[in-house]
């Protein structure tokens, strides 16, 4: 029997899958797959988040006013040019589909965040991914893609999974030479983890571009990864439309508490970054120490090259109880993404490496 068929384009999608972290009866886990925070959520946002219990039968507020007026308060922005979501995935879904569809281009960097390739095809798009040099953004090579049916260009910065980024002067330039008709996606989704004063986050683009946007996260810096919770700064037109097209509730009240008391905490977004350069430092190190290839890395992550043997290698660690995430969907086979962990997580993955090698 015939049954509802779904639009062209989407059983072509590969469904996007997380990092691992579960196994049967194993010893201590170290989960360094998904880019999350070590040190656990925000001890504030658990707080508020607990808090909120109390009135789980009450709807959340639809516009998250309260959450916007502290982002906004934080980084002086306008509130009512701040689109809250269930994770910037949402934000980056409600973009395509605010802006692109069938006949349309959507291009991004090679080795650039996978959900860009995905909310393309998800909208009958098509994904345009732009060569990259030295595993960094080529902003040359980007603008040259991008033709009269080019509607969207994202752009992770810094990027995942390679940990590169482009500097303000460069991202200013790509916002001026990219036409207008084009919408220009800044994703600093590890944006707290830069401490380099020549790196722009995309605030100052939007406020001087009709046509840029910035996403960011709570999900990396600031532990919240389950609560869904991302935030946008637009332009007012931009914001507008979003508002239209969003979920009357997408962000739950519990996710809008914790987010409000994680920005007051200061403590913990410190101890996460000096936990983070300390870590990575080491498991750099160490990796070079056994033989192995590290890039520059400016997330709370590795990717280092592991050549032929990559996924030989991801297994062997994962019967060890040690979750790294492979590339192969990446572009970027004979790599490994590792996650920064705590220092016992470090010693394992270095451990577990020195057994495999032999």
């Not at 999350?36 to 516009?63: F, T, V, W």
């Not at 060569?131 to 994202?154: H, W, Y």
């Not at 990446?330 to 220092?343: F, H, K, N, Q």
Request: glycine share 8%; aromatic share 8%; proline share 6%.
């Amino acid at each position: 029997m015939a049954h509802p068929a779904p639009k062209p384009g989407i059983m072509d999608i590969t469904p996007y899958i997380g990092g691992e972290g579960r196994v049967p009866e194993t010893q201590r886990l170290a989960r360094l797959a998904s880019n999350e925070n070590p040190l656990g959520p925000s001890p504030l946002a658990m707080k508020a988040y607990i808090d909120a219990a109390k009135n789980l039968h009450r709807y959340p507020d639809g516009m998250a006013a309260d959450l916007r007026a502290a982002l906004g308060q934080k980084y002086g922005m306008d509130p009512a040019r701040i689109v809250c979501g269930a994770g910037s995935d949402e934000l980056i879904a409600l973009l395509t589909r605010a802006y692109a569809g069938a006949g349309d281009e959507i291009v991004y960097s090679a080795h650039g965040f996978l959900r860009y390739k995905l909310a393309a095809m998800e909208m009958g798009a098509t994904p345009k991914a732009v060569p990259e040099q030295n595993l960094t953004a080529d902003m040359d090579a980007l603008l040259e893609a991008v033709t009269e049916r080019t509607k969207i260009l994202f752009l992770a910065n810094p990027n995942n999974p390679t940990g590169s980024w482009l500097d303000r002067n460069a991202l200013q330039k790509l916002a001026s030479r990219l036409p207008s008709s084009v919408l220009f996606v800044i994703d600093a989704a590890y944006s707290e983890f830069m401490t380099d004063p020549a790196y722009e986050s995309g605030q100052a683009l939007v406020d001087a571009h009709k046509n840029v946007v910035m996403l960011r996260t709570f999900s990396k810096i600031y532990g919240l990864s389950a609560l869904r919770l991302g935030w946008g700064y637009f332009p007012e037109e931009i914001a507008s439309v979003l508002n239209r097209i969003r979920g009357p509730f997408n962000v739950s009240a519990p996710a809008q508490a914790a987010g409000i008391a994680a920005l007051d905490d200061d403590d913990f977004l410190q101890r996460t970054i000096a936990l983070t350069e300390e870590q990575k430092q080491t498991m750099t190190t160490g990796l070079k120490q056994l033989g192995f290839q590290v890039y520059p890395s400016a997330g709370n992550f590795l990717l280092a090259q592991f050549g032929a043997e990559a996924e030989k290698i991801r297994l062997a660690l994962k019967e060890r109880g040690v979750f790294v995430r492979q590339m192969g969907a990446y572009g970027l086979p004979e790599t490994l993404r590792i996650s920064i962990g705590m220092a016992e997580d470090t010693d394992q993955l270095l451990t577990a490496l020195k057994e495999i090698k032999g």
